[in-house]
C-alpha cells in the first residue's frame, strides 16, 4: 500500500520534532546523523537526502540512491609527528666537521582525512652558510660544508613542512656546526720533546708545526710529570733556548686576547743575573716587546718601552711551578703562577706589534739583537693559546 503524502510528511516531521531538530524560527534543522566510522553507516533503512558524519574521518556523507556519498572533507592541517634522527636526536641538531658526514633526520606525520602527505623544507641565510639538504619523501640528508666552503655563520634553521595539498603543516629546526670555537683553546704553538723514553736528546719540536731552531740538550729525566720527558733544559754554564719565530703570526688586532703558559723549574734562588723565562721581541724595534723574567726571587714582565712591572712576591726556587701570562684586549696584562695573581696592569695595546715578534723560550735578544739573558732552569709543556684563559 503506497503510503499518502500526508502521512510521510507528519512521520519526517514527527522525527525531527523527535530529534529536536528545529531552528529558533520554527524551520526544519538538516541535521547529520554522526557515526564512528564509515562501517557504521546503515545500509537499510534510511532515506535519500538523509545526512551522515563520520568522526574517525572527519567527512560528510549523504544518502543517494546506490549508497553513501562523501559530499565534503573537513579539511583539517596535517600534524607533524616528530622530527628526529634513527638515534632519536632532535632540535637543535649539531652536524659533523668533516665536511662530508650527513645527518640524517626523519619527520613523521599524519592527515586525519586520509589525504597523502608531501615533505618539503626551506632553509634560511645561515643554514646556506653552513650545509646543503636533500630529500626522499620524508627522509631528509643535510650534508655539512667543509670549513673552507663554509661561511661565517655557525647556525641556521630548515622549517620543515607537510602538505596534504590543501594545509600545511610546519615545524623549524635548528643546525649549529662549530670549527673552531671564540674563547676556547685555540692553541697556535706548543713544544714537545722528541725522544725514546725520556733518554734521547733529540731537538723538541711544535705540535702546530711552527718552524722550531735550538740549541743545547732537551730531554732530560727532571719533569713535573710521571714519566714525561722535559722539552727545554739550560745548566748553569749552559747557553741554551728554543727559538720560534712565527708562533705569533696569528695574533691580529681581531683576534687579541692570547695567554702564554708552561711549567717551569729555576734552578738558583737569589740569582741577581736577569734570566728570561720567555722573550717576545721585535727583531727591530724594541719597544715592541714582551718578555717574562726572573731576577732576585721576582717575577718580571717587560712589555711596551721597556715599562717593567715586578712582583711582590718570590718566585718557587727548586721545584716546579706553573707560569701563565695574559694578554687581555680589555683589562691588561695578567701574571700567574699556580693560579696566584702575581703581577696586573692596564697596558696599551701590543698584540699586532707581538705578531712581527721573533719568540724564544728560556732566553731573549739583548739590546744588540742578539740572543741572551739564558735561564738557568728547565721548562716543559710550554705553549701558546689564541685566548684568554680565566684565572679564578
Same mark, same amino acid.
Given at each position: 500500500m503506497?503510503? =499518502?503524502?500526508?502521512r510521510?510528511?507528519?512521520?519526517?516531521?514527527?522525527k525531527?520534532?523527535? !530529534?529536536?531538530?528545529f531552528r529558533?524560527?520554527?524551520?526544519?534543522?538538516?541535521t547529520?546523523?554522526?557515526?564512528?566510522?564509515?562501517?557504521?553507516?546503515?545500509?537499510?533503512?534510511i532515506?535519500?537526502?538523509?545526512q551522515?558524519y563520520?568522526?574517525?574521518n572527519?567527512?560528510?556523507?549523504i544518502?543517494?540512491t546506490?549508497?553513501?556519498?562523501?559530499?565534503?572533507?573537513?579539511?583539517n592541517?596535517?600534524?607533524i609527528?616528530?622530527?628526529q634522527?634513527?638515534?632519536?636526536?632532535? =632540535?637543535?641538531?649539531?652536524?659533523?666537521?668533516?665536511?662530508?658526514?650527513?645527518?640524517?633526520?626523519?619527520?613523521?606525520?599524519?592527515?586525519?582525512?586520509?589525504?597523502?602527505?608531501?615533505?618539503?623544507?626551506?632553509? /634560511?641565510?645561515?643554514?646556506?652558510?653552513?650545509?646543503?639538504?636533500?630529500? /626522499?619523501?620524508s627522509?631528509?640528508?643535510?650534508t655539512p660544508l667543509?670549513?673552507?666552503?663554509?661561511g661565517?655563520?655557525?647556525?641556521?634553521t630548515?622549517?620543515?613542512?607537510?602538505?596534504?595539498?590543501?594545509?600545511?603543516?610546519?615545524e623549524?629546526?635548528?643546525?649549529?656546526i662549530?670549527?673552531?670555537?671564540?674563547n676556547?683553546?685555540?692553541?697556535?704553538?706548543?713544544v714537545?720533546?722528541?725522544?725514546?723514553?725520556?733518554?734521547n736528546?733529540?731537538?723538541?719540536?711544535?705540535?702546530?708545526?711552527?718552524?722550531?731552531?735550538?740549541?743545547?740538550t732537551?730531554?732530560?729525566?727532571?719533569?713535573p710529570y710521571?714519566?714525561r720527558s722535559v722539552?727545554f733544559?739550560?745548566?748553569?754554564?749552559?747557553? !741554551? &733556548?728554543i727559538?720560534?719565530?712565527?708562533?705569533l703570526?696569528?695574533?691580529?688586532?681581531?683576534t687579541?686576547?692570547?695567554?702564554?703558559?708552561?711549567?717551569y723549574?729555576?734552578?738558583?734562588?737569589?740569582?741577581?743575573?736577569f734570566?728570561?723565562?720567555?722573550?717576545c !721581541?721585535?727583531?727591530?724595534?724594541?719597544? !715592541?716587546?714582551?718578555?717574562?723574567? &726572573?731576577?732576585?726571587?721576582?717575577?718580571?714582565?717587560?712589555?711596551?718601552?721597556q715599562?717593567?712591572?715586578?712582583s711582590?712576591?718570590?718566585i718557587?726556587?727548586?721545584?716546579?711551578f706553573y707560569?701563565?701570562?695574559?694578554?687581555?684586549? =680589555?683589562?691588561?696584562?695578567r701574571?700567574?703562577?699556580?693560579?696566584?695573581?702575581?703581577?696586573?696592569d692596564?697596558?696599551?695595546?701590543?698584540?699586532?706589534?707581538?705578531?712581527?715578534?721573533?719568540?724564544?723560550?728560556?732566553?731573549?735578544? /739583548? =739590546?744588540?739583537?742578539?740572543?741572551?739573558?739564558?735561564l738557568?732552569? &728547565?721548562?716543559? /709543556?710550554?705553549?701558546?693559546?689564541?685566548?684568554?684563559?680565566?684565572i679564578?
Amino acid at each position: 500500500m503506497t503510503e =499518502s503524502l500526508n502521512r510521510k510528511i507528519a512521520r519526517r516531521y514527527s522525527k525531527a520534532v523527535s !530529534n529536536e531538530n528545529f531552528r529558533s524560527d520554527g524551520t526544519l534543522l538538516a541535521t547529520a546523523t554522526v557515526y564512528d566510522s564509515t562501517a557504521d553507516l546503515p545500509t537499510s533503512g534510511i532515506e535519500r537526502g538523509a545526512q551522515g558524519y563520520v568522526s574517525s574521518n572527519q567527512r560528510l556523507y549523504i544518502r543517494g540512491t546506490g549508497g553513501w556519498y562523501n559530499i565534503a572533507t573537513i579539511n583539517n592541517t596535517p600534524t607533524i609527528n616528530s622530527v628526529q634522527t634513527a638515534g632519536g636526536d632532535s =632540535s637543535p641538531f649539531t652536524l659533523a666537521t668533516d665536511g662530508s658526514t650527513t645527518t640524517v633526520i626523519t619527520i613523521t606525520a599524519t592527515d586525519t582525512e586520509g589525504f597523502p602527505i608531501t615533505f618539503s623544507a626551506t632553509t /634560511d641565510v645561515g643554514f646556506d652558510s653552513i650545509a646543503t639538504v636533500s630529500n /626522499d619523501s620524508s627522509v631528509f640528508t643535510i650534508t655539512p660544508l667543509s670549513e673552507d666552503s663554509a661561511g661565517t655563520a655557525t647556525s641556521g634553521t630548515l622549517t620543515f613542512k607537510a602538505s596534504d595539498g590543501v594545509n600545511i603543516a610546519s615545524e623549524v629546526a635548528t643546525f649549529t656546526i662549530v670549527f673552531k670555537v671564540d674563547n676556547s683553546a685555540y692553541t697556535v704553538f706548543l713544544v714537545k720533546g722528541s725522544g725514546n723514553n725520556k733518554t734521547n736528546d733529540a731537538a723538541p719540536t711544535d705540535a702546530k708545526s711552527n718552524t722550531v731552531t735550538s740549541s743545547g740538550t732537551y730531554n732530560t729525566a727532571k719533569s713535573p710529570y710521571s714519566r714525561r720527558s722535559v722539552i727545554f733544559r739550560n745548566d748553569a754554564a749552559g747557553t !741554551n &733556548y728554543i727559538r720560534a719565530d712565527a708562533a705569533l703570526d696569528s695574533l691580529t688586532s681581531t683576534t687579541p686576547d692570547c695567554t702564554f703558559e708552561g711549567w717551569y723549574y729555576i734552578n738558583s734562588a737569589g740569582n741577581t743575573t736577569f734570566e728570561a723565562l720567555f722573550g717576545c !721581541n721585535a727583531a727591530n724595534d724594541g719597544d !715592541n716587546i714582551l718578555i717574562a723574567a &726572573y731576577k732576585s726571587n721576582k717575577l718580571e714582565i717587560i712589555y711596551n718601552k721597556q715599562t717593567t712591572q715586578v712582583s711582590t712576591k718570590n718566585i718557587p726556587v727548586g721545584e716546579w711551578f706553573y707560569l701563565t701570562v695574559t694578554l687581555d684586549s =680589555s683589562d691588561g696584562l695578567r701574571a700567574y703562577i699556580n693560579g696566584q695573581l702575581y703581577i696586573s696592569d692596564t697596558v696599551e695595546t701590543l698584540h699586532a706589534a707581538l705578531s712581527a715578534c721573533d719568540f724564544l723560550i728560556g732566553a731573549e735578544f /739583548d =739590546s744588540n739583537e742578539s740572543v741572551g739573558n739564558y735561564l738557568n732552569g &728547565y721548562v716543559s /709543556d710550554f705553549r701558546i693559546y689564541l685566548f684568554l684563559i680565566q684565572i679564578i
